[in-house]
Structures are given as C-alpha cells and as structure tokens.
C-alpha cells in the first residue's frame, strides 16, 4: 500500500449514486473509504480496449468497510427470510473465568438447544447474532422461523445446558422489524476483540438466492492481481477519467489498446 496516499478516516468519497466520473489521482484514493488490504480482479470487455477493475475485499469483520458489506447484505437476505420469532439467550457470567470463556463453552449449545426444540416442535430455521453487554459478556440473539415455541420449554433446556435462566421469546411482527434488528445490533458490535464468528445461521434459513453476483457476459476470463485497486489504480491509469460503478468497481473505457492488452496478455 502505497505510504503517501491518504489514510486518514473518512466517509467514502462519493455517495451511493452510481455511476460518476472519477478522476484517477492519489488524493481521491482515501483507503479508510473501502477495504485496505483489498485485492483486484481485472476484465477485459470482448471486442473493445475497454476494462473493469474490481475490488475483492477481505470479507472480515473488523474491517470496516468489509463488515458494512456483511451487514447490509445479511440484513437483506433476513429481511427475505422471513423470521417470526427473536430468542434471546443469555450466559451465567458466575460460572466463567471470562468472557472469551463463556463463548467459548456456550455457542455450541445454541445448535444443540435447536435440535432439542426441533425433536418437540417441528422444523426450525435460526440465525443467530453474538452480541456482547456493556460489561463485555456475550449472550445470543436468534432470529427464528419456526411454529409455536413455548418460552417455558426453551428456558428449560438452555438452563440445562448451560446453567443460565434468563431467556426471552417475542414475536418478530415483520421482516422490516428484522432488517432493523440486524442493522442496528451489527453495525453496532462488528468488531469483538476476543472472536470474528459473530454470525451463525442454520442450512435452510436463508431461500434460495436468485440474485448472485455474475461475471459480465461481454468480458473475459478475469485476472486476479494481487495488488490495491487504488494502487493499480496509480500506477497504471494515473490523471484519467474512469466510472465508477459502485463502492469498488471501476469502468476504464479510454484505456490505450496497447495497455489493455498488456495488461490482459495472460487472459
């Protein structure tokens, strides 16, 4: 990564709003604005000079702009799945040394708690969310699809599991409520210093996704290049005008037919 570019932390450069002329200069490539250690992925569009530049972003939740991709994403995809019920389930901080700990011997039971309900009440669909108290200890949040769960029943296996007693069931009364839900707890607690599995999520909880990110059918094979887009950005289109597409795609359409195809001899 290139030392002089600017690091300093800020919102990204252009709105949502894409398409947008983007002149290619070091002080419009703002790294906190996207994914730092991106890597990128170069087409070449069949019968042009033209190509685009994309983006492949470290997909972890402690970068920032990687965990608002999660977000919206896992947001939208709850909104689709349609849950009815959220299940709050708790620890007993008494009977571990740490907060680490409690996670550690705790997340496992959630799963098994499921398949115990499962046996009694038929099929049940969960995703479920790690959030962590003022005081740094965890308890889950379960977003679920199911039929009637008695909250009794529940608190009495996730005791005998794991010794807590607090355990909350409510009605989910729509899937805006849901999208909310994993807006806000998410965007709020990305980032817990003592693990990265902040979210799990049963086989069928999610439909089908028929909407699935393709290669353009007017491209070619794709380069991956082990370089920053912004950095392959400088060193090769420098003082050009490209599109931007979205957050980390770019169109380069007046690329030099010699360039394009030095660039894509390995096609």
């Not at 669909?125 to 005081?135: D, G, N, Q, S």
């Amino acid at each position: 990564m290139a030392e002089n570019y600017s690091t300093t932390a800020a919102a990204p450069r252009q709105s949502s709003i894409y398409p947008a002329p983007f002149l290619v200069q070091p002080c419009n490539l703002i790294y906190d604005s996207v994914c730092k250690t991106a890597r990128s992925l170069l087409l070449r569009q069949i019968n042009s000079d033209s190509l685009i530049l994309i983006g492949l972003g470290c997909k972890r939740w402690t970068c920032r702009f990687c965990a608002q991709v999660k977000i919206r994403k896992l947001s939208w995809l709850t909104s689709r799945a349609k849950p009815n019920r959220l299940l709050t389930l708790t620890v007993n901080n008494s009977l571990y040394a740490s907060p680490r700990e409690a996670f550690d011997r705790t997340r496992a039971f959630v799963p098994e708690l499921i398949r115990a309900l499962r046996v009694r009440f038929g099929a049940i669909e969960y995703l479920r969310v790690t959030e962590v108290t003022k005081t740094g200890w965890p308890h889950y949040h379960l977003l679920i699809r199911s039929g009637y769960l008695p909250q009794q029943v529940v608190r009495s296996i996730w005791e005998t599991y794991t010794g807590a007693t607090i355990v909350d069931l409510r009605a989910v009364k729509d899937s805006f409520g849901a999208y909310n839900y994993l807006t806000k707890y998410l965007t709020k607690l990305h980032r817990i210093d003592w693990t990265e599995r902040h979210v799990s999520y049963s086989k069928s909880f999610f439909p089908v996704d028929p909407v699935e990110v393709r290669q353009p059918s007017d491209t070619g094979d794709p380069q991956l290049v082990n370089h920053h887009p912004y950095d392959w950005l400088i060193e090769h289109v420098a003082g050009m005008t490209v599109i931007q597409q979205a957050a980390m795609k770019w169109l380069i359409k007046e690329c030099p037919s010699d360039l394009a195809k030095e660039l894509t001899r390995d096609f």
